[in-house]
């Protein structure tokens, strides 16, 4: 297969991820926007390592997996405390730090 | 010769003087002070140092020069004309009779103040600084580099600040403290131009050298000064010696050694007080007694005597500067003299006089008779030191009133103070055989067959004639009217009037022996003390005839014995007299007590005038506007770039996520191209 395919694939992928990650305003989109963008990441790596027959990129892919799932623990715990405070998920009521 | 037991002489007083001020710090809070452990702490260092310098001075008769190299203090320069400036001590002729002096009186003044300021607050403090200023003193006069004798100069004037304004919580002494202080940098700043005029011609600052081939300004000067054919500085051409390099350059030699002279001659004035830095003399008495024996009288104002007889090389290089130092010192002499005939004060008179006195040394280094101002300052420290300390007991005595129109009649009540004093003003008023007269009648004799001077010599030894008959007049007008007649302070104070203690008036009575008998010393007697100092300092003394010398003393006794009793027919005999007379001449007496107005001529024309630019311009318009307006606009700077930062901070997420990826967008293109 062609892996140009995979590569132009995975940018679409981020595209969205980054689209999402702008203009939604619920917090948990956001963060799926971020998953999104993550694994597209990963596909672009396990594409080029096919490309060029090099392991290294596969553990890269192992380590941002391995990322994404701490990082999505953590936002999602700290959304939670958000909530728990405001009430609400959308973002644009989250300007505390005004000033 | 080397030896490191000279650096014992100063040092010794500088270890009193830090153990002292150790103790005045430690117990500054205290109720009970250890005054036992700083009196013999205080009087013991300055005791030691004067067992050395009787140790050096025998030494030195013996034919040695001392010397002793402490350290390079400092070398200024590149490589190849590198300055090494050296701290060393050099005791020679001069410098030890200097030494005898100054911890000879300067103990006997330690011993003084056990009794005069027993009971003091400061006491601790006092004999720290005491201490302190006998050590600078000292360096002054040990010193044989320029900037050693600096370091002691600015180091006698910061001792006599602390030591004037000792009761400092009174404003006024305060006032004295710094008036005293502020003229004698004016005076240092001609010694300071004169050091680096010297420098800058001659490279060292050096006086004699201690080191083998160091060089030093007493040979460079007399070199110099050999190769000058003709010294009359109007012919141009005649120096063919021109000043090479430097600031000077072009400059003839003889006029660099005019000019520098003159400089020196400048500090001389500050520190000596001669016209026209005299003001802070009197002043000073704002000080306690001991510390106006001390050092106004004895030893720091006779600092500017000494540098002139110590350069002596180079004064005797320029007519002019010669001519200009004997002329103010007789000026000076003259103009002192009468304003101590109308002060009620009774240190006041004194000051005067010691101006007065300092005047006639200067009249006799100036006219080239070096050896025979320094014999002046030699009698005068134990005179005058007497008289002040006599002063002091009075003082004392009287509970610290000091106007003499309330005293009279303390013979009766002070006898011991009253015959040691009597035995001072007459060694001040020059009769024979007490020592003032050996001394002053030499300096006038010199004064009036000066070679160098000729007919301005005579005119000197005039003006020096009358100062000496107005000398005689105030100092028995002193004695008079503090000792004769009725006494007319109050009831109440008459009954306190006292005898000091044991431990002033031995002092006083010491000195006023010494006073009697130190002129054994003088011309008179085969003169061993010009003989020996003029080993050190060569002057250019006149050999005038017997039968003038002869002359002259008869005229000065004769004179001074008439002034006298025309001080006992106007205080004594005829007490409603001088009010007489003060009313007749009211504005000549008015002239005289005002000083001359020369201290409401420097008030209105320089401290005025600074007060109101300090104060109207550079407080008001440099400090708040322009400093704290600088200050202040970095404070508004810094509050503005933080409002325009602040633009930023929306607190809203998604500004927050546009901002990141459009950093992320830069980032990504940067690196790629």
Not at chain 2, 46 to 72: D, M, Q, R
Not at chain 2, 305 to 332: E, H, I, K, W
Not at chain 2, 554 to 559: E, F, N, Q, R, T
């Amino acid at each position: 297969m062609d892996p140009k395919a995979y590569l132009t694939v995975a940018a679409i992928l981020f595209v969205l991820g980054v689209e999402g990650f702008i203009l939604r305003r619920n917090m948990i989109i956001i963060l799926m926007s971020v998953e999104l963008m993550l694994n597209a990441v990963n596909l672009t790596l396990v594409a080029f390592a096919r490309m060029n027959l090099d392991m290294d990129a596969h553990v890269v892919a192992f380590f941002v997996m391995a990322l994404a799932a701490a990082e999505s623990s953590v936002g999602l715990a700290i959304v939670i405390a958000v909530f728990r405070l405001k009430r609400t998920a959308n973002v644009d009521d989250m300007a505390i730090m005004k000033g | 010769m080397e030896t490191g037991i000279i650096a014992l002489i100063p040092f010794l007083v500088l270890l009193g003087a830090v153990f002292n001020g150790t103790i005045a710090l430690l117990h500054a809070h205290d109720e009970e002070t250890p005054d036992c452990k700083v009196t013999w702490i205080g009087c013991f260092a300055p005791i030691l140092s004067f067992i050395f310098s009787c140790w050096s001075f025998c030494k030195v008769k013996g034919g040695a020069i001392l010397t002793c190299y402490l350290y390079n203090w400092f070398t200024a320069g590149d490589a190849g004309s590198a300055v090494a400036i050296d701290f060393a001590l050099r005791v020679d002729e001069l410098t030890s009779v200097m030494l005898l002096v100054v911890t000879g009186v300067g103990s006997l003044i330690h011993i003084y103040s056990m009794g005069y300021m027993h009971g003091d607050k400061g006491y601790a403090r006092f004999y720290a600084y005491l201490n302190l200023f006998m050590f600078f003193m000292l360096m002054l006069v040990m010193g044989d580099s320029m900037v050693v004798l600096f370091l002691g100069w600015e180091g006698v004037g910061l001792a006599s600040y602390l030591l004037i304004s000792f009761w400092w919580e009174d404003g006024y002494k305060a006032d004295c403290g710094k008036k005293a202080f502020i003229v004698n940098r004016i005076g240092d700043l001609g010694f300071l131009l004169g050091m680096f005029a010297l420098f800058s011609v001659f490279g060292t600052l050096n006086i004699h050298g201690v080191k083998k081939d160091s060089p030093s300004l007493h040979e460079s000067v007399t070199a110099q000064a050999a190769k000058i054919e003709n010294r009359d500085v109007f012919r141009p051409n005649a120096d063919p010696e021109i000043v090479p390099h430097g600031v000077f350059k072009g400059w003839r030699y003889a006029n660099v050694f005019t000019l520098a002279a003159l400089l020196l001659f400048l500090g001389a004035c500050g520190k000596s007080a001669q016209i026209p830095l005299f003001v802070w003399l009197p002043d000073a008495m704002a000080g306690p007694t001991p510390v106006s024996a001390l050092i106004h009288a004895a030893t720091m104002v006779t600092a500017g005597v000494y540098m002139v007889a110590r350069m002596g090389f180079l004064y005797s290089q320029s007519t002019a500067a010669m001519a200009v130092v004997a002329c103010v010192g007789a000026l000076t002499a003259l103009i002192a003299a009468s304003m101590g005939l109308v002060q009620n004060d009774i240190k006041k008179v004194l000051a005067y006089s010691t101006v007065s006195q300092l005047g006639f040394m200067f009249i006799a280094v100036g006219v080239g008779a070096y050896s025979t101002g320094i014999f002046h300052l030699f009698t005068h420290a134990f005179f005058k030191a007497c008289l002040f300390l006599g002063a002091g007991s009075v003082i004392h005595g009287m509970h610290h009133e000091q106007d003499i129109r309330k005293m009279g009649g303390l013979k009766e009540f002070m006898p011991h103070t009253y015959w040691t004093f009597l035995l001072s003003s007459i060694a001040i008023a020059g009769i024979f055989p007490f020592a003032g007269f050996f001394s002053k009648d030499h300096i006038m004799l010199m004064a009036f067959s000066s070679n160098t001077l000729g007919h301005l010599g005579k005119f000197l030894w005039g003006v020096a004639f009358i100062a000496a008959g107005m000398t005689a007049f105030y100092m028995f007008r002193l004695v008079f009217l503090t000792f004769h007649g009725q006494c007319r302070a109050e009831r109440k104070v008459q009954h306190h009037i006292h005898e000091s203690p044991f431990s002033m008036v031995s002092v006083l009575w010491l000195l006023a022996i010494g006073s009697v008998l130190v002129g054994l010393f003088g011309r008179h007697h085969g003169d061993p003390f010009g003989a020996y100092v003029d080993q050190a300092v060569h002057g250019h003394e006149a050999h005038p005839s017997g039968s003038l010398a002869l002359l002259m003393a008869v005229a000065s006794v004769l004179w001074a014995l008439a002034w006298i009793l025309a001080a006992k027919h106007f205080y004594l005999d005829n007490p409603e007299k001088p009010k007489e007379v003060a009313e007749e001449y009211d504005q000549a007496y008015q002239l005289l007590n005002e000083k001359f107005y020369v201290d409401t001529l420097y008030d209105g024309g320089i401290v005025q005038p600074i007060w109101a630019a300090a104060k109207g311009f550079l407080f008001k318009i440099v400090d708040v506007k322009v400093i704290d307006g600088v200050i202040n606009a970095l404070g508004v700077f810094v509050r503005l770039v933080g409002e325009i930062l602040r633009i930023f901070h929306t607190g809203a997420v998604r500004t927050y996520v546009a901002f990141l990826l459009f950093g992320a967008i830069v980032f990504m293109w940067l690196m790629v191209s």
